[in-house]
């Protein structure tokens, strides 16, 4: 008998946004940086000892630990870092979302929540944003077994006030809240030094969007050490090598150089608002983003259709046929001359 079948553990995987080969395209689908990696990153990826390749990598991550708690003012014990925020969020979940009561997160939030809860088989429960498509606080408030979102959220891009998450904090002391910043320094004010006063919060973040390094995959998580501890316990229970030795050394890099990112981060964000205003000449609407992306619908033609028509001109943008967003693009913000060709692009083929 082929029973083997009836115990698979299946799975409906997670979709990443496409990486097309051609290096002409312009690459405005997964919310990557357009600017390179910081000076400094490139100085230790050339100076790097291969004969260290021998050798497994430092378990604890000490190096990177440190030098993000320290741009951070955190002790190191509130520090982990993982490949990735995915990862970072995986362990998460399989640490801290472990209760028979459903975790909860908004009905239009990153995709790889309900992927992650499928996965695990934890329960969870969807709240519906409002008709702006923004997070109603109050429906956190009740019974639940944890509660996670980002924070801008994403796709949409709106910032959530930091009252009111720590509101939602103060309403779920019971469980553990996780506020994913995936996208915080494109604008918003991180939940951080809510870290102090409520040790059921965990904030995470990324190197691969402000700081350039998607190719690398560094995520980290900083919470209370009671929280860091745990979080490690799992990952010392499945993997103890997360992240490879050059992650660990060119991540250093990548944070102590406070000068590059705030330059990078800002042109960016120059870049976004100048897009905003050329979208809404051209007849598309959007939530006020405070990320590196923009969540457009046109008032007269299907995001499909501009979709496809983009893509042919070898502009590639996010569209996800979801039953409430499937009239909209998400457009990341690419260099200021990557967005005029857009804005160029789309001027024009509206117009016909
Ligand atoms: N959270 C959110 C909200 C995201 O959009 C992404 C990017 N896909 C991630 C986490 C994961 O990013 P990474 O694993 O590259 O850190």
Redesign the pocket.
Known sequence: MDNWENYVRKVVPYV??EQPEQASVIKLN??ENPYPPAPGVLRALETFETDKLRLYPEPTCKVLVEAIAEYYGLSAEKVFVG???????AMIFMTFFNSAKPICFPDI??S?YDVWADMLRIPYEVKSLDESFLIKKEDYYGENGGVIF?NP???TGALMDLTEIEDIVVHNRDVIVVV?E??IDFGGVSALPLIEKYDNLLV?Q????SRSM?GM???FAMGNEKLIRYINDVKYSFNSYTLNQTSLALGVEAIRDRAYFESTRRRIIDTREWTKKELLVLGFSFCDSKSNFIFATHRLVPAKQIFEALRNENIYVRYFSKERIKNYLRISIGTQAEMETLIDFLRQYLAD
């Open positions: 990443p946004g997964t919310n490949v990735g925020s995915d990862d970072v969020l939030t990153y790889f980002p959220n994403a796709p994913d995936a996208y995470v990324t190197f691969s969007k998607a995959r560094i995520g």
